[in-house]
Structure formats: structure tokens, C-alpha cells
């Protein structure tokens, strides 16, 4: 069983054979998850400015084929707050149907990372990027909440960051101090509770109580019906949407922030779910499942949706083992909306608001980005870079320019490890050479007149192409043989194999011959492929610096009885 082999884990579950018992324990586990994902699918679909059951239609739908489909046995799937930002910009710019665009694309490619076996492309994005963005997105949503928490009157809030701050400062006036207690209370609730029953879902009683009070108390506070009227109890039907594929050029960057979001985050909550259970996911099959849930849940009016740490970890803790847990998830909240649909409409939005509050801060990880801001200048750029576009501009721009300036930043960092020099002096004549456990080292060697070493450590690539010219051109007298030693050059790029090839033909002008010591096998097939070593010629191309000076004097001897003989 390897990590992209393209089998879910139901069907291996499946081949395995599965008790009674276990069934028992994942409809029980399933069950409570369904329960505490209800409150919370709801209150993400209306941060992300969709409408209440459509959160729903996304954890029933996306929930059921991830766990199908999953390369987890354990995940759950549904909507997150990873999400909300992203969606809710393309809805303001683009409405409903732009964002079944960009989400249809975004799942297309999904399944294609899968396919392509590509899984494990997200282990190499740059951990102060997802630090970054993840904690932008935190501080949005509990910004994008002061309005239901605190109860203000206010319209036409605008989606940019900075002009929410402005006008929550010119409306708090307007606070509704009912509103503001009930979101307190949530918030206190979601803290104190898990702290006493860790197992009883605190986000559930919030609703209940809080719902309970201002119905029989008539507490002047929004509702989801006074704002969206009553909650659909019933299912949306399964309809392709049609596609306007003018607009793809310019939904494509969502897509994409979709795509890498879903990615990041189903594959890191199947890391957790590892660890909690000493199994291994299919990282490559559980990117196929999240393209396919995503493609399905905008086909039932959805929105997107992942991997959920908090629910997956929440499955595990109550017994789940199988994906029929996330199934039974999935079956819970389909029966709850159509039979309990149209209680869903009374809840406050104050509670929603506090609930998406503890959720966001949960999600902030603030302690980890407080932690690398004591790493290295480079890492603490990105993470600062990626935070603050994040807020200020939007998400997809925030995450190409993190892993941009990520990728320069180790470029340069890369660079400055290669190191490139003329070590000729280092060969010296020496008596005790016994202290020298480097059986290549050029210490104790006699160097030939006319001949000067070079060498060359690192990886060879065009952040050290241009120190490799620098440094070759700062001697004065050229010498008749150049060595290049590659012996610690693990890789080689098209930069520096331009950069090689330019040294090799002007040494052809300068009657200069040039030797290769000690190149890997990597490279070297590499240099073969370019067509450098039959430039050079394979007997140019030595094992060691013992070889190439005793090559070097070959050489030598030959040129010196070639120039007696022409006297």
C-alpha cells in the first residue's frame, strides 16, 4: 500500500471486511460529528455571504464523497473557514455562479494533481506562507463578524479589510447589547465547556440555549430567518451548472486559491488523522476526492469544501475508524435539515458570530506566528508579506506572492551556500599529512606548473552561476589547464551548464584545457545529455584530483616534447 496508489480507503476497508462493532462505534461516531459540523456549516456559509442551507447542501454532499472517496479512512469533509475570504470575494465580484466557476476549475484540477500523482507537492509549500495566509484569514473572519456579534445596525458593509474597520468605527454606536451578550456567552461557553466534557458538543448547546432564550424572551437580536428567512427543509436537486467561460481568465486565480486551499488543507488534516492513528493516508487518491466533492457540491448549490481538522479530529476521538463515519455524518445532517430544517432559522446570528469567533482564533495558530517571528529575516519577510496581502489585498494574490518571494529568498540564501574559488595555494608540500581524513583533499599534493584548481561547492545553479564567472575571471595569467572540481556539486541547472559551456569555448580561444575532477553521477549524466562532456572529451573528465593531475601532466608533458620537437 503506497501513499499514491489511487484506492480509497472504504474499498480497502471493504477488501478487509468490516464487524458490527465497528459500525456501531462510526454510526456513533458519525452521529456527534454530524451534530457539532451542523451549526458550524451553517455559520460559514453565511460568513462567506451564501446562504444558510447551502452550507448544509456543501457538508451533506462534499461530506458524503469525501469520506467515498477519501485516501483517509477517517476524514471529514465539509466547509471550513479557510474558505469563507476567497468565496465571499468572488461571490461580491462575480455572484453565485462565478464562484461554481472557479470552484468547477478548481476541482478539475484537483483531480488532476491526483491523477498526476502530485500529492506531495504540498509538503514543499514554505510553512511561514501557510503560517501567513492562515492567520490573514483568521483575523478577516472575526473581523468579518463585529457586525453580528456586537449587533450593529449597519448596511452595505464593504468586503476590503481596512473599510470594514472604518465603518464598525463610525456604526459602533449602534451596538445591540443583547446581541453582544449572547455572543459572549457562545464564546465562554466554546472555551469553559470543552475544558469540563470535552466530548459534549459545547457549539450545539450555545445554539440551543441561546435560541431557546430569545424565542420564548423575545429578545430583540437578528435571527437567520430575519435575515434570510426560513431554512429549506428539503434537499437541493442535482443540476450541472452552466459555465461562463468568458469569465475564466479572470476566475482562474480563485480557482487556483480554491485548489491550493483544498489541497493544503484535506492533506495536512490527513496528517493529524495520522498521527492520531498511526495510519497512512493516499495523499494523491485524496486529492481525486476533494476535486470530485468540490465539482459535486456546486452541482447541488454548494460551496467548496475540504478536509475539516477539528471534525476529522473530533471523529476520531468518539470512535470513528472507517469512512462509514463520515457517511453517517453526512446522513445525520441531511436528516436533521429536512426534519428539523425549519428550527434552524430561528438561531441568533449573534451566536453564529461567536461561535465563528473561537473558530477563527483557533485557526489563527497565533502562538505558532508569534514563534516565527523569531526564525531567520528571510522567513519572517514571508510570513509578514504573506500575512498583510492577505489582509489587505486579497488571498490569491497573498499566496503567489508568499511562495515567490519564498522561492528568491532561498535562491539567495541557495547562492550564498555555493561557494566558488581558486584553492591551487591549498596544495601545498606538507611532511605529516596524517591528520587528513579527506581522501581527496589536495593538502600534501604537488600542483604542476601551469595548471590552477578550481573549485566549485554546492549546488551548481544560476543563483551561482554568476559568482562561478566572478570568481574564474579574477585570475590574471590564464594557465594552460583549468580543474574544475565538482566532486561536492549534487546538482546542475541550465544556468550553469550555459555558464560551463561559455568557460569551455573561450578556454578553446585561450589555448586552455580544461579538467573535470570528481563529478557525481547525477551531474554528470546531465552534462552528457547537453552534450558538454563530448565537448569536453570523456578523458577530460576525471574520478578524482589524483586523475586529473596526473591527466594535467600527461597533458603537459605532451605540449612541452610537442614544443622541443618544433625547436
Avoid at 485516501?71 to 469563507?84: D, E, K, M
Avoid at 452595505?156 to 451578550?181: R, T
Avoid at 447541488?300 to 469544501?305: L, V
Avoid at 489585498?393 to 574559488?421: H, K, P, W, Y
Wanted: glycine share 8%.
Amino acid at each position: 500500500m503506497t501513499r499514491s496508489k489511487l484506492e480509497p480507503k472504504l474499498l480497502t476497508v471493504l477488501k478487509e471486511g468490516i464487524s458490527g462493532k465497528t459500525l456501531l462505534h462510526d454510526l456513533s461516531a458519525g452521529v456527534i460529528v454530524g451534530i457539532v459540523a451542523l451549526p458550524l456549516a451553517i455559520a460559514f456559509a453565511i460568513a462567506s455571504g451564501a446562504k444558510p442551507e447551502q452550507g448544509l447542501y456543501t457538508a451533506i454532499v462534499a461530506g458524503f464523497l469525501i469520506s467515498l472517496l477519501s485516501g483517509s479512512r477517517v476524514q471529514i469533509g465539509g466547509p471550513t473557514g479557510a474558505f469563507v475570504v476567497i468565496i465571499y470575494g468572488v461571490i461580491q465580484k462575480y455572484g453565485y455562479s462565478g464562484l461554481v466557476t472557479a470552484t468547477i476549475l478548481a476541482g478539475i484540477m484537483l483531480i488532476l494533481m491526483g491523477v498526476f500523482r502530485l500529492g506531495v507537492i504540498i509538503k514543499y509549500i514554505p510553512y511561514p506562507v501557510t503560517v501567513g495566509f492562515t492567520t490573514g484569514i483568521a483575523v478577516l473572519i472575526a473581523v468579518s463578524q463585529f457586525k453580528d456579534f456586537f449587533g450593529l445596525e449597519l448596511t452595505n458593509l464593504p468586503a476590503e479589510f481596512l473599510g470594514k474597520l472604518e465603518i464598525y468605527a463610525q456604526g459602533f454606536g449602534s451596538i445591540n447589547f443583547w446581541a453582544a451578550g449572547i455572543g459572549l456567552f457562545t464564546v465562554l461557553l466554546l472555551i469553559l465547556l470543552p475544558k469540563l466534557w470535552p466530548k459534549f458538543p459545547a457549539s450545539l448547546l450555545a445554539v440551543v440555549i441561546t435560541t431557546l432564550a430569545v424565542k420564548l424572551f423575545n429578545l430583540p437580536v437578528q435571527t437567520i430567518k430575519t435575515l434570510f428567512g426560513s431554512v429549506q427543509a428539503s434537499f437541493g436537486s442535482l443540476s450541472f451548472p452552466s459555465i461562463d467561460f468568458l469569465k475564466i481568465p479572470e476566475l482562474l486565480p480563485s480557482a487556483v486559491a480554491i485548489a491550493f486551499l483544498a489541497g493544503i488543507e484535506s492533506l495536512l488534516s490527513a496528517v493529524v488523522a495520522d498521527g492520531m492513528t498511526g495510519r497512512r493516508h493516499r495523499s494523491n487518491m485524496e486529492l481525486v476526492a476533494q476535486g470530485v466533492a468540490n465539482i459535486a457540491s456546486v452541482c447541488f448549490g454548494g460551496i467548496p469544501a475540504t478536509g475539516a481538522i477539528a471534525r476529522t479530529a473530533t471523529n476520531i476521538k468518539n470512535g470513528g475508524t472507517t469512512p462509514f463515519a463520515g457517511i453517517f455524518h453526512a446522513v445525520t445532517l441531511l436528516l436533521i435539515m429536512l426534519f428539523l430544517g425549519e428550527y434552524v432559522s430561528f438561531i441568533p446570528m449573534a451566536t453564529l458570530a461567536g461561535i465563528l469567533m473561537v473558530v477563527s482564533y483557533r485557526m489563527s495558530e497565533i502562538h505558532l506566528f508569534v514563534k516565527l517571528l523569531k526564525s531567520p529575516k528571510s522567513d519572517i519577510l514571508v510570513l509578514l508579506v504573506t500575512f498583510v496581502l492577505t489582509l489587505l489585498l486579497d488571498l490569491a494574490v497573498a499566496i503567489q506572492v508568499g511562495i515567490v518571494l519564498a522561492a528568491l529568498l532561498f535562491m539567495r540564501r541557495m547562492s550564498s551556500v555555493t561557494n566558488a574559488e581558486y584553492v591551487t595555494s591549498k596544495a601545498v608540500e606538507i611532511e605529516d599529512v596524517e591528520e587528513e581524513v579527506d581522501a581527496e583533499s589536495i593538502r600534501g599534493l604537488t600542483v604542476p606548473p601551469d595548471v590552477e584548481i578550481f573549485e566549485i561547492n554546492g549546488p551548481f545553479f544560476f543563483g551561482a552561476a554568476d559568482k562561478f564567472r566572478s570568481q574564474i575571471s579574477l585570475i590574471e595569467k590564464k594557465p594552460k589547464i583549468l580543474i574544475l572540481r565538482l566532486r561536492k556539486v549534487s546538482a546542475v541547472d541550465a544556468t550553469a551548464l550555459y555558464a560551463l559551456e561559455d568557460i569551455i569555448d573561450r578556454s578553446k580561444r585561450d589555448h586552455m584545457t580544461i579538467i573535470l575532477s570528481g563529478l557525481q553521477p547525477a551531474p554528470k549524466k546531465v552534462l552528457e545529455n547537453y552534450g558538454l562532456a563530448k565537448k569536453l572529451g570523456n578523458e577530460n573528465i576525471t574520478n578524482g584530483i589524483n586523475s586529473a593531475i596526473a591527466r594535467a601532466e600527461s597533458l603537459l608533458g605532451g605540449k612541452n616534447k610537442d614544443k622541443e620537437l618544433r625547436r
